[in-house]
């Protein structure tokens, strides 16, 4: 039988329907009127603060659903090597095969003492040098040492990997364009914009966010805090902190992986 994708495509479709209902709930619930989250002005004499408060806590229940969907979407990898394998001409029964995900180029090529094959022979056993070779490209570490735990292969394996073994919790956290201007009386201004997703920051009730000292000016000067913009945005933390907004890159990053493999079957089979 020829290598067949139907079934990793369907899963595939799964990871992305649950996450479409999962940030349904989340839009709703934080749509609410008030809203989960506050964000209170507190001054004193010399001090100006954004204090964050959390009157309502994200539900437990979407740290094991963001789980859950990358189980399936990291499990669609693993499928998708069993059918590399029959379409590489080899037994999948008898070759046990799975999707590396390696940040370091040496723990995925290097040796090992007992057997002698590296992780990536051991791996990739019954897979065909064609394949293998996008699946090398695919490697986190290939995008260098600062980058590579960020990719989303690496985002994805997080996840799934805490869900086997830890829970993760769902917390509200300030994403990427959130602004905030420090203001001098002598006209200087300090923007502070948060202008990465991939690392959250969570809020904590009675938290000071961000806060200006004005104990050491001079008679007369004073700083005021001024927030252009606030988004606040539903973060998953683990070993990682990740957005939903990672979580679904992540899964169209599978997808495409799979239809990369899938044309280039096709157009061996000269379909």
């Keep these: 039988m020829p290598a067949e994708l139907s079934a990793v495509k369907r899963r595939v479709a799964d990871a992305k329907s649950d996450l479409h209902d999962l940030r349904g709930e989340v839009d709703a619930f934080t749509s609410a009127v008030p809203p989960p989250w506050r964000l209170e002005r507190e001054d004193t004499q010399y001090t100006e603060a954004l204090v964050s408060y959390i009157d309502r806590?994200?539900?437990?229940?979407?740290?094991?659903?963001?789980?859950?969907?990358?189980?399936?979407?990291?499990?669609?990898?693993?499928?998708?090597?069993?059918?590399?394998?029959?379409?590489?001409?080899?037994?999948?029964?008898?070759?046990?095969?799975?999707?590396?995900?390696?940040?370091?180029?040496?723990?995925?090529?290097?040796?090992?003492?007992?057997?002698?094959?590296?992780e990536r022979d051991r791996r990739l056993e019954g897979v065909a040098s064609r394949h293998r070779k996008i699946i090398d490209q695919l490697q986190p570490y290939q995008r260098g040492v600062e980058r590579a735990a960020r990719d989303p292969l690496c985002v994805l394996n997080a996840i799934a990997n805490r869900e086997k073994h830890e829970d993760t919790h769902a917390v509200w956290a300030a994403v990427a364009g959130t602004t905030f201007r420090l203001l001098f009386s002598d006209g200087r201004v300090?923007?502070?914009?948060?202008?990465?997703?991939?690392?959250?920051?969570?809020?904590?009730?009675?938290?000071?966010?961000?806060?200006?000292?004005?104990?050491?000016?001079?008679?007369?000067?004073?700083?005021?805090?001024?927030?252009?913009?606030?988004?606040?945005?539903?973060?998953?933390?683990?070993?990682?902190?990740?957005?939903?907004?990672?979580?679904?890159?992540?899964?169209?990053?599978?997808?495409?992986?799979?239809?990369?493999?899938?044309?280039?079957?096709?157009?061996?089979?000269?379909?």
């Excluded at 394998?85 to 999948?92: H, K, Q, R």
């Excluded at 007369?220 to 990672?246: N, P, T, Y």
């Design 57 to 118: 806590e994200p539900d437990a229940a979407w740290g094991d659903k963001i789980g859950y969907v990358a189980v399936k979407a990291r499990s669609a990898l693993d499928q998708l090597m069993t059918q590399l394998v029959v379409d590489s001409g080899s037994d999948p029964t008898k070759r046990r095969s799975y999707f590396p995900i390696f940040t370091r180029a040496d723990d995925y090529l290097a040796k090992s003492k007992k057997g002698g094959k590296s």
């Design 190 to 271: 300090h923007t502070v914009v948060i202008t990465k997703d991939d690392d959250p920051n969570p809020l904590v009730d009675g938290q000071t966010l961000i806060g200006s000292d004005g104990s050491n000016l001079l008679p007369g000067q004073s700083i005021r805090i001024e927030v252009d913009d606030v988004r606040i945005g539903l973060a998953f933390e683990g070993k990682v902190k990740v957005s939903l907004d990672q979580v679904d890159a992540a899964i169209l990053h599978v997808s495409r992986i799979i239809d990369r493999f899938e044309r280039r079957m096709a157009s061996r089979r000269g379909d």
